[in-house]
């Protein structure tokens, strides 16, 4: 009998643990806090809360919504976005701590790689605090009603948290292999087209193991090419090819 794999964590279910981990892992009180995801890409959103007389701390709900979003998509694709996080200590933002760590490793940027995510007035303390760690996507922080319980957050953040940490799934879940018809794209550097069709003749049939993940989370593993004679021309350094007399 085979046993089936380990069930994966779902990216909705890291990016929620990820957000609350940073959360939790600096807060003590401070009147305002913002937490920022800053992709590859160089796009970033960030969320600001202010402290509540109920000692919470208050995000809106829909921008809490958004950057879950952005971290979800994150940990699927783009495993060296960073998550930062600002606490002022006064209520006039004159100072304030920051953090920021790696989303696929929880590592903290050391302040030289990080001073471009902050304003100057920002105290740095990443790399002067390593055991302030999110420890990657594993152990997982428990973004349950119940796990949220002791959590400085706002119950509507909570709530919101909660709903996006436990994304409807199946209830087996078992790692499938499926194989169907496609397209890829090789990228060829050669002196015309004739001799990059040539170059792609070498290779055709061949079959190439990868590890490439979706949005979705999903891995694409083995990938098998096609006859040569049959590929279409798609560009030339970058201009379609419907664009090119």
């Given at each position: 009998m085979t046993t089936a794999p380990a069930p994966t964590v779902?990216?909705?279910?890291?990016?929620?643990?990820?957000?609350?981990?940073?959360?939790?892992?600096?807060?003590?009180?401070?009147?305002?806090?913002?937490?920022?995801?800053?992709?590859?890409?160089?796009?970033?959103?960030?969320?600001?809360?202010?402290?509540?007389d109920d000692y919470h701390m208050h995000f809106s709900p829909a921008e809490v919504s958004a950057a879950l979003d952005w971290l979800t998509r994150a940990?699927?694709?783009?495993?060296?976005?960073?998550?930062?996080?600002?606490?002022?200590?006064?209520?006039?933002?004159?100072?304030?701590?920051?953090?920021?760590?790696?989303?696929?490793?929880?590592?903290p940027l050391p302040a030289s790689a990080a001073s471009s995510l902050f304003p100057d007035h920002v105290e740095l303390l990443g790399a002067e605090q390593p055991w302030v760690t999110l420890k990657g996507p594993q152990p997982l922080v428990d973004t349950s009603a119940e796990g949220l319980s002791a959590t400085a957050l706002s119950d509507d953040v909570k709530a919101v948290v909660t709903a996006h940490g436990e994304p409807e799934r199946p209830a087996a879940r078992h790692r499938f292999a499926l194989r169907l018809d496609g397209t890829v794209t090789v990228h060829v550097d050669a002196a015309d087209e004739s001799a990059a069709r040539d170059a792609l003749e070498?290779?055709?049939?061949e079959d190439f193991d990868v590890d490439l993940r979706t949005r979705d989370g999903h891995v694409i593993g083995h990938i098998t090419l096609g006859e040569a004679d049959g590929a279409e021309l798609v560009s030339v350094d970058g201009v379609p090819a419907d664009e090119i007399d």
């Open positions: 779902a990216p909705e279910t890291v990016a929620a643990a990820l957000f609350v981990g940073a959360f939790n892992s600096v807060f003590e009180d401070d009147p305002r806090m913002t937490i920022a995801v800053h992709l590859t890409t160089g796009s970033s959103l960030a969320v600001t809360g202010r402290l509540g940990v699927a694709a783009d495993g060296r976005t960073v998550i930062a996080v600002t606490a002022d200590r006064d209520d006039e933002g004159e100072s304030a701590h920051g953090w920021a760590w790696f989303i696929d490793t929880g590592d070498v290779i055709e049939y």
